[in-house]
């Protein structure tokens, strides 16, 4: 679907008297290019007509009068079918030439303007390491930001840390007994890591530290300052590692967008509060729930029995926050797909205590990541944290870097990407993992191989910022500044048209990507679009791109930074960078 596609259901709809909306749902693409690029089947009409589809097909054909500046050069009857055949230059002139003339423009719209999209995305338990599962949410929450605004929308990202709870008792009994040994000990995050750890040895030993960690986080709850003084020092430890990790994931969240559980910590006793004023708590077990039998759900809880607030409790408080303080016209959550029933709950309680916004909330899921054996040493990364067999993110973006680096090395060309290989590897390497993330729709499980993630030929981060550079050293070679208008009738070729074909969908493959928060589309849009690329660029024989036929080498030069620019804003969406050269 394209928006060549649509002007052809506007110029049919006053002919067959419908809404141009109707007719495009109609429109096909005729099975071969020769027969034109948009088809309208006149079988449907047959019946109110009183008349078989050629007889209509030619009827319709007549009356179609294209404009002199129509990007269509023919409308045709075909059988049953009125077929309509793109104009090649005025489509070049469309597509790449609007992208050269405006290259900040393209891609972008302004379909979301004065809409408010909340994304809640990563929102990681804190105090350990980020355990590689992690990035599902935080590449999918950051690409889906980038993408919104790229279409337009206020965007507000949200990371709802999981910085209350047990846990925070749990380190603070293994703080202090460290604390005898050693009185001023630092904390980072691997520290924490070892303390957590430390506990879980404990209490299999001694069951009475979980008494001890349950007292230490009652008084955390409590307002206990030393109590709190540890928390602080814990979460600030956490956040100041989470925002380096970010950082070499171009994901940057700004200060007040870390809203985690704590937070609402005094905001709880007023919703349950209200749900009891509404007459929807239910005692059971002793502990309060919101009965869901009426909608198929189990019950959910609100307040357990030892006066713990819990999970979904907090969620409900902070969903009415975003709104309070956003009023925003979507609210993403971008969590795993196994909290599929604890968003369902919460949503449907929203709606029932009244919230008319509630249908604005959405569980943005997404499947399982999977590395298999050998992918990692034995360490799997389903292996729990608690048994300290988690794969950390930190560890694969450095054996993702190290084996890029091997690659670069391989591969160079020249002098100075040797010189660079180190900076180069980051971002490839970073680049590799965050692609491996949109190499299939989010709800799908993703099995993480080294060799599929760098790759250079299949489809992988490292293929398309390949393909960037050399478009890029196609550009720095050819020396000067790339026209806007060069000759195109000179590219009149069927595979070259393919990329101007691809290259008119880009904006209508960012708006699906929006409709079904799919950033997926947007790398395999940009994996056909290069792989049409590198079909014409072998074939050496039709195409030379720089020769001395400088009219030629123009029209090509001028397809060559169209394509070179939907890369780099494609990938950037999805948080790769676009190296120069490689
Ligand atoms: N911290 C949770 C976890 O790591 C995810 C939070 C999801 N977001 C929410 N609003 N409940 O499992």
Not at 316 to 322: F, G, P, V
Not at 446 to 463: H, I, N
Not at 491 to 513: H, M, N, R
Request: proline share 4%; net charge negative.
């Amino acid at each position: 679907m394209s928006w060549y596609t649509r002007m052809a259901a506007e110029i049919l709809a006053p002919l067959v008297g419908k809404e141009p909306g109707a007719v495009l749902e109609t429109l096909v693409k005729p099975p071969k290019t020769e027969m034109g690029d948009v088809g309208f089947p006149c079988f449907h009409l047959a019946r109110e007509r009183k008349s078989a589809p050629p007889k209509i097909a030619l009827d319709l054909a007549g009356k179609i009068a294209l404009p002199a500046d129509s990007v269509f050069s023919a409308a045709q009857a075909a059988g049953p079918y009125v077929n309509f055949f793109l104009h090649p230059v005025r489509l070049a002139e469309e597509t790449a030439g609007a992208a050269l003339a405006a290259p900040r423009d393209w891609g972008c719209s302004r379909d979301g303007e004065g809409k408010t999209v909340v994304i809640e995305y990563s929102s990681p338990n804190i105090a350990k390491p980020l355990g590689v599962h992690h990035i599902r949410s935080t590449m999918l929450g950051a690409a889906l930001s980038r993408l919104y605004r790229a279409r337009g929308w206020k965007v507000v990202e949200m990371n709802y840390l999981g910085d209350w709870g047990t846990t925070f008792g749990q380190l603070m009994v293994a703080y202090k007994q460290k604390e005898k040994e050693t009185p001023d000990q630092a904390v980072d995050v691997h520290s924490l890591l070892q303390l957590y750890l430390h506990y879980h040895a404990g209490v299999k030993e001694d069951e009475s530290l979980a008494d001890e960690a349950r007292a230490w986080f009652k008084r955390l709850e409590d307002g206990d300052a030393e109590a709190l003084r540890l928390w602080k020092i814990f979460r600030d430890e956490s956040v100041e590692n989470l925002n380096c990790l970010y950082e070499r994931m171009n994901v940057h969240f700004p200060e007040e967008g870390y809203k985690g559980e704590a937070f609402f910590n005094d905001r709880l006793d007023d919703v349950i509060a209200r749900l009891r004023e509404q007459g929807l708590l239910k005692e059971s077990e002793g502990a309060l729930v919101v009965d869901l039998d009426a909608f198929a759900m189990p019950p959910c809880l609100i307040l357990k029995s030892d006066g713990a607030s819990i999970y979904a409790t907090r969620d409900l408080a902070s969903a009415e926050y975003r709104q309070a303080a956003y009023r925003f016209d979507k609210s993403l959550y971008i969590v795993a797909n196994q909290q599929e029933l604890h968003f369902r709950q919460v949503f449907k309680i929203l709606e029932l205590m009244g919230c008319d916004w509630a249908g604005k909330c959405e569980h943005v899921k997404f499947g399982m990541l999977s590395f298999g054996p050998g992918v990692f040493g034995e360490a799997a990364a389903t292996g729990s944290t608690r048994r300290g067999r988690v794969i950390f993110l930190e560890e694969v973006l450095d054996r993702a870097v190290e084996k890029a680096k091997n690659l670069i090395v391989e591969n160079a060309r020249s002098e100075e990407v040797l010189a660079n290989a180190d900076r180069l590897a980051e971002e490839v390497g970073v680049g590799a993992v965050i692609f491996s993330e949109f190499s299939q729709r989010r709800l799908k499980d993703v099995s993480f191989t080294w060799e599929k993630a760098l790759s250079l030929r299949g489809d992988s981060g490292p293929y398309l910022q390949y393909t960037h550079a050399r478009l890029s050293s196609m550009l720095r070679r050819y020396d000067k500044a790339v026209t806007a208008k060069p000759r195109w009738e000179l590219l009149d070729s069927p595979p070259v048209k393919e990329i101007f074909l691809k290259l008119a969908e880009y904006s209508d493959v960012l708006a699906e990507a929006e409709a079904e928060n799919e950033p997926s589309l947007i790398a395999t849009h940009l994996l056909e679009l290069s792989a049409q690329f590198n079909r014409v660029y072998t074939d050496k024989e039709n195409h030379r791109f720089i020769s001395d036929d400088e009219p030629r080498t123009a029209a090509h030069l001028a397809m060559v930074e169209a394509i070179r620019l939907t890369l780099a804003h494609g990938l950037g969406i999805l948080g790769l960078t676009t190296p120069e050269a490689m």
